[in-house]
T-cell receptor, first 110, second 112 residues
Framework: SQQGEEDPQALSIQEGENATMNCSYKTSINNLQWYRQNSGRGLVHLILIRSNEREKHSGRLRVTLDTSKKSSSLLITASRAADTASYFCAPTYIGFKTIFGAGTRLFVKA | DTEVTQTPKHLVMGMTNKKSLKCEQHMGHRAMYWYKQKAKKPPELMFVYSYEKLSINESVPSRFSPECPNSSLLNLHLHALQPEDSALYLC???????????FGSGTRLTVV
């Protein structure tokens, strides 16, 4: 299976704190994407980082990619209660296969 | 229009029924996808259409049959499903294959 792994599986923090989630994948990728899902329903694309990029920012999100270690991390700064959701990393492999990791459940306490 | 629309939102079907799920996008996206998601699990890739041609079938059983009638529409035909096929079926599209998916809100399927 090409499914990567994410850690932690669950994370509980206070509002205003930073949240960091990590993702590892198996083989060479074209890009790696992060998605958020609320209440087991709609998935929302957050950010995409290409295999030749090392870091990318979007608002309060910062993503890093280390292709030598086959790993990525997502940092959410100054978290809010509305950030409570499941976060999935999704590497896209050769042939445009995007495979979702197991996900991290983030709970932000107000 | 920046949405992917899936119908129906809920579907209950018997194991001998034939039904279809429908997905529509009007963003001019060139790739469309079907994913299956069980409760508390990540979405699992089923099919990828690129420029209206099936490019990936992730060893999905033949009781699931995808169809892409045109660049805006994607269907998933269901026949003789099993109770374990009950899940949330998600459709997505992207401007380019493998990049930045817009997901629909899904069809929650229950097989009885």
């Amino acid at each position: 299976s090409q499914q990567g792994e994410e850690d932690p599986q669950a994370l509980s923090i206070q509002e205003g704190e930073n949240a960091t989630m990590n993702c590892s994948y198996k083989t060479s990728i074209n890009n790696l994407q992060w998605y958020r899902q609320n209440s087991g329903r709609g998935l929302v694309h957050l950010i995409l980082i290409r295999s030749n990029e090392r870091e990318k920012h979007s608002g309060r999100l910062r993503v890093t990619l280390d292709t030598s270690k086959k790993s990525s991390s997502l940092l959410i700064t100054a978290s809010r209660a509305a950030d409570t959701a499941s976060y999935f990393c999704a590497p896209t492999y050769i042939g445009f296969k995007t495979i979702f990791g197991a996900g991290t459940r983030l709970f932000v306490k107000a | 229009d920046t949405e992917v629309t899936q119908t129906p939102k809920h579907l209950v079907m018997g194991m001998t029924n034939k039904k279809s799920l429908k997905c529509e996008q009007h963003m001019g996206h060139r790739a469309m996808y079907w994913y299956k998601q069980k409760a508390k699990k990540p979405p699992e890739l089923m099919f990828v259409y690129s420029y209206e041609k099936l490019s990936i079938n992730e060893s999905v059983p033949s009781r699931f049959s995808p169809e892409c009638p045109n660049s805006s529409l994607l269907n998933l035909h269901l026949h003789a499903l099993q109770p374990e096929d009950s899940a949330l079926y998600l459709c997505a599209s992207s401007q380019e294959p493998g990049e930045g998916y817009t997901f629909g809100s899904g069809t929650r399927l229950t097989v009885v």
